[in-house]
């Protein structure tokens, strides 16, 4: 009788437990196979390149719109806004009258406000890059192309009627320094801070070629950079310059 009693209550454990070991058995198997999904997910997104984040560029280019007679006389305006519509942007001439200044007078820059028109399809692709690339229609006529187009939060009217610029907005006013090439110039917005100054480059495409000499301290070369405390560096594989501020 103990012997079945034994036995009784053995079954009875058995019964009891094997449902409960199924169950955790069941878990574990679970718990793996959602890490095994978790990993494999985790490695999948590794492997997709990060979406770079959208930057907000200070500039945008002014251009002629093309027409089927080659006329160019309406402007337009490549930019890094897909909504620019019914906004404003600065329009400022660069010249070497502005070299080392950093606060400006309406004769100095000769500043205008240029309002967006509608998206349009006939602007000048040669002044697109490949961060400007929506292109607009503009409400002002002109050689705009010899203009810098700047975003109307970089740029700031003070009490006194002086205008300064700040394009990475850190309250310090850049100073600007304009060079000649036979058919650009090269305008930099070198921060008035004493450590690592920041500097911003933008090359101006004109719509005509400078004849004659070009003053040395004024050119874009070793005189100017050097004048201006910019460092130029050549990358030997594009041929494209990267510039600094010393």
């Known amino acids: 009788m103990n012997k079945n009693f034994f036995l009784l209550i053995m079954t009875i454990l058995f019964t009891a437990c094997s449902p409960t070991d199924k169950n955790l058995s069941n878990q574990n198997k679970e718990i793996e196979t ?17 979406k770079p984040e959208a930057v907000d560029q200070a500039f945008s280019t002014f251009a002629f719109q093309e027409t089927p007679d080659g006329h160019l006389t309406n402007n337009c305006i490549w930019t890094d806004d897909p909504n ?12 070497s009258m502005l070299n080392g200044k950093a606060k400006f007078t309406i004769e100095d820059l000769t500043p205008s406000k240029v309002k967006i028109g509608q998206p349009i399809k006939n602007c000048n692709e040669a002044y697109k890059n490949d961060t400007a690339n929506y292109a607009y229609a503009i409400n002002k006529s002109g050689d705009l192309v010899n203009a810098v187009a700047l975003k109307l939060d970089r740029m700031t009217q003070n009490a006194d009627h002086t205008y300064t610029i700040d394009l990475n907005k850190n309250s310090h006013p850049e100073k600007i320094y304009v060079c000649y090439n036979m058919e650009s110039l090269d305008v930099f917005f070198i921060d008035s801070v004493s ?20 003053d040395p301290e004024i050119s874009c070369g070793k005189v100017f950079y050097q004048k201006s405390g910019i460092i130029a560096k050549e990358d030997p594989k594009t ?6 501020a010393q």
């Open 195 to 214: 450590q690592n100054p920041y500097l911003e480059h933008i090359n101006v495409r004109l719509s005509y070629d400078i004849d004659g000499e070009i």
């Open 84 to 95: 620019a519509q019914n906004k404003q942007y600065w329009s400022i001439l660069p010249s």
């Open 34 to 50: 959602q890490k095994k999904i978790e990993v494999s997910k985790a490695e999948i997104e590794e492997s997709i390149p990060a």
């Open 239 to 244: 041929g494209e310059f990267h510039y600094t």
